[in-house]
């Protein structure tokens, strides 16, 4: 470095190798000769990537192809420039002001990484837009904290991840060629996954764990045309490779590191959504599932409120076939006192979860209006919402089993037991709070579901709950409210079975 005594002029390779250097640029003879990466020239200066409009000079297909790793994720070839490079420290009596800019190509290696840093930056600007950890729940910070890391530890994950980077890139410069490569690197990165899959090591890796959420996440905001369903079909095929990857490492496997651990636990609730929307029971809700991933932990309230939830699923199955089986009228009738029993069973937890949680769910001061909840954290709204959405889907159950229809039940509350309008009127009042600009898609996406299940079931009698649903449809055609949502939403309508 020129001006500091006894410092090698040389690239950073022949430094550590203690190797003579050529000097030449961009790279030198020597490491080209030995087929080595070059480091550069010296560790004060800064290599600047980015898609300047004017002053291209791209580099050439061809000399990437010759250079490029294989074992590295592909990047838009179009958005290699040669970069200006500058010394960041003034050297004795010599200013910056001063020195030249020197033109230096990007290897290809510092491009792919420059670009999938990019990538993620823009996926989690798109995620969390303000960057602050109030703005999301302890879920959504575990899986923003791990993504970097997981993300360096296999091609499947960067292809998914670099493929949600891209499309977002797309959206947010109103550039279709980025977004079309984005739905083309989520096509390689489906490939991919199936060939992690077939590897035992990779397949039980926990970058392996986090595609379906990220791939997930791809389909809620830039999968099929609102025209069909295969959006909705798309999401719940990653929800349902979510669960099969979680039951191919068993229970046990939960329990034996924390970073396990945490995978599981914030991955859960991904799954039961998915057995919701079947109406199919979960193996979740073994009690081998609802145990032994934590041994030697103490469950926290989501914990033990998704040991609830678990439950929902085989009743929505029970009831299904109760509407639709032909049987005899004694099986039937055995079938339904076991159903209504069961949910029962149900809400008794249920009723001790929330004795015991009393300050993790939002109380509002008035229920008798629809004026839209404001929580105290977002936190507490994420945990208040799938209280209510678990209310919901057992009372409504319930309702079905005995006989009572939404249709002519305009009665709030039932004597017995809370009535599931309560719980649909709730979300339905979240709502605003949950589109709120800051919150990004990590907001839409926590009431997504919730909101589904709430406007279902007051679709199935219109007239009692107009008002309620009157302040969703304000925030639903909010030019603000990101399209994408709307669209997951609508598609997910589009394919919901006939049932609540």
């Given at each position: 470095?020129?001006?500091?005594?006894?410092?090698?002029?040389?690239?950073?390779?022949?430094?550590?190798?203690?190797?003579?250097?050529?000097?030449?640029?961009?790279?030198c003879g020597q490491c080209i000769e030995r087929g080595l990466t070059c480091g550069g020239y010296d560790l004060d200066r800064m290599f600047i990537y980015h898609s300047a409009e004017s002053d291209r000079r791209g580099i050439s297909t061809a000399a990437l192809e010759?250079?490029?790793?294989?074992?590295?994720?592909?990047?838009?070839?179009?958005?290699?420039?040669?970069?200006?490079?500058?010394?960041?420290?003034?050297?004795?009596?010599?200013?910056?002001?001063?020195?030249?800019?020197?033109?230096?190509?990007?290897?290809?290696?510092?491009?792919?990484?420059?670009?999938?840093?990019?990538?993620?930056?823009?996926?989690?600007?798109?995620?969390?837009?303000?960057?602050?950890?109030?703005?999301?729940?302890?879920?959504?910070?575990?899986?923003?904290?791990?993504?970097?890391?997981?993300?360096?530890?296999?091609?499947?994950?960067?292809?998914?991840?670099?493929?949600?980077?891209?499309?977002?890139?797309?959206?947010?410069?109103?550039?279709?060629?980025?977004?079309?490569?984005?739905?083309?690197?989520?096509?390689?990165?489906?490939?991919?996954?199936?060939?992690?899959?077939?590897?035992?090591?990779?397949?039980?890796?926990?970058?392996?764990?986090?595609?379906?959420?990220?791939?997930?996440?791809?389909?809620?905001?830039?999968?099929?045309?609102?025209?069909?369903?295969?959006?909705?079909?798309?999401?719940?095929?990653?929800?349902?490779?979510?669960?099969?990857?979680?039951?191919?490492?068993?229970?046990?496997?939960?329990?034996?590191?924390?970073?396990a651990h945490l995978l599981f636990i914030n991955a859960r609730f991904r799954p039961l959504i998915a057995a919701v929307r079947t109406r199919k029971a979960t193996v979740l809700n073994e009690e081998r599932w609802k145990t032994l991933p934590w041994i030697g932990r103490v469950k926290r309230p989501n914990d033990t409120l998704l040991d609830i939830l678990c439950g929902v699923p085989e009743m929505l199955e029970a009831v299904d076939i109760l509407a639709c089986t032909p049987a005899s009228e004694k099986w039937?009738?055995?079938?339904?006192?076991?159903?209504?029993?069961?949910?029962?069973?149900?809400?008794?937890?249920?009723?001790?979860?929330?004795?015991?949680?009393?300050?993790?769910?939002?109380?509002?001061?008035?229920?008798?209006?629809?004026?839209?909840?404001?929580?105290?954290?977002?936190?507490?709204?994420?945990?208040?919402?799938?209280?209510?959405?678990?209310?919901?889907?057992?009372?409504?159950?319930?309702?079905?089993?005995?006989?009572?229809?939404?249709?002519?039940?305009?009665?709030?509350?039932?004597?017995?037991?809370?009535?599931?309008?309560?719980?649909?009127?709730?979300?339905?009042?979240?709502?605003?709070?949950?589109?709120?600009?800051?919150?990004?898609?990590?907001?839409?996406?926590?009431?997504?579901?919730?909101?589904?299940?709430?406007?279902?079931?007051?679709?199935?009698?219109?007239?009692?709950?107009?008002?309620?649903?009157?302040?969703?449809?304000?925030?639903?055609?909010?030019?603000?409210?990101?399209?994408?949502?709307?669209?997951?939403?609508?598609?997910?309508?589009?394919?919901?079975?006939?049932?609540?």
């Amino acid at each position: 470095m020129v001006g500091v005594p006894g410092r090698s002029k040389g690239c950073v390779t022949c430094r550590k190798r203690k190797k003579g250097c050529d000097l030449k640029i961009p790279e030198c003879g020597q490491c080209i000769e030995r087929g080595l990466t070059c480091g550069g020239y010296d560790l004060d200066r800064m290599f600047i990537y980015h898609s300047a409009e004017s002053d291209r000079r791209g580099i050439s297909t061809a000399a990437l192809e010759r250079d490029q790793d294989s074992s590295a994720p592909p990047f838009p070839s179009c958005d290699l420039q040669v970069a200006p490079v500058r010394s960041v420290y003034k050297i004795g009596c010599r200013s910056l002001n001063q020195s030249r800019p020197i033109s230096v190509v990007l290897s290809p290696a510092l491009a792919r990484s420059a670009y999938s840093e990019k990538s993620i930056e823009a996926f989690l600007r798109l995620y969390i837009p303000t960057s602050d950890s109030r703005c999301t729940n302890d879920e959504d910070k575990h899986f923003v904290g791990m993504l970097p890391l997981l993300n360096i530890r296999d091609e499947a994950l960067q292809l998914a991840v670099l493929a949600i980077g891209t499309a977002a890139l797309g959206r947010s410069t109103n550039d279709g060629d980025l977004t079309r490569q984005g739905r083309s690197l989520y096509g390689k990165a489906l490939k991919e996954t199936a060939v992690a899959l077939r590897n035992p090591t990779r397949a039980t890796s926990d970058a392996v764990f986090a595609i379906p959420r990220v791939m997930a996440l791809f389909e809620i905001l830039f999968g099929a045309e609102l025209s069909s369903n295969d959006q909705a079909k798309g999401w719940l095929s990653h929800a349902q490779g979510e669960t099969a990857l979680i039951v191919s490492r068993g229970p046990e496997a939960y329990a034996e590191s924390e970073e396990a651990h945490l995978l599981f636990i914030n991955a859960r609730f991904r799954p039961l959504i998915a057995a919701v929307r079947t109406r199919k029971a979960t193996v979740l809700n073994e009690e081998r599932w609802k145990t032994l991933p934590w041994i030697g932990r103490v469950k926290r309230p989501n914990d033990t409120l998704l040991d609830i939830l678990c439950g929902v699923p085989e009743m929505l199955e029970a009831v299904d076939i109760l509407a639709c089986t032909p049987a005899s009228e004694k099986w039937i009738k055995g079938l339904r006192i076991q159903t209504i029993a069961k949910c029962w069973t149900l809400h008794f937890q249920l009723d001790a979860w929330f004795a015991a949680n009393p300050n993790e769910v939002y109380t509002p001061t008035r229920v008798d209006t629809s004026a839209p909840i404001f929580f105290p954290d977002f936190d507490t709204a994420c945990l208040s919402v799938r209280y209510w959405v678990t209310g919901l889907l057992l009372y409504s159950t319930l309702d079905m089993a005995s006989g009572i229809q939404p249709l002519t039940d305009d009665s709030i509350p039932h004597p017995d037991r809370p009535h599931p309008r309560y719980f649909a009127r709730l979300i339905a009042r979240s709502v605003p709070y949950f589109f709120q600009a800051k919150y990004g898609v990590s907001g839409a996406t926590q009431i997504s579901f919730p909101l589904g299940n709430a406007l279902f079931y007051m679709n199935r009698n219109p007239a009692v709950d107009r008002e309620y649903k009157a302040t969703v449809m304000k925030v639903w055609h909010d030019p603000m409210l990101p399209s994408a949502i709307r669209d997951f939403l609508a598609s997910m309508k589009q394919s919901s079975p006939g049932r609540p």
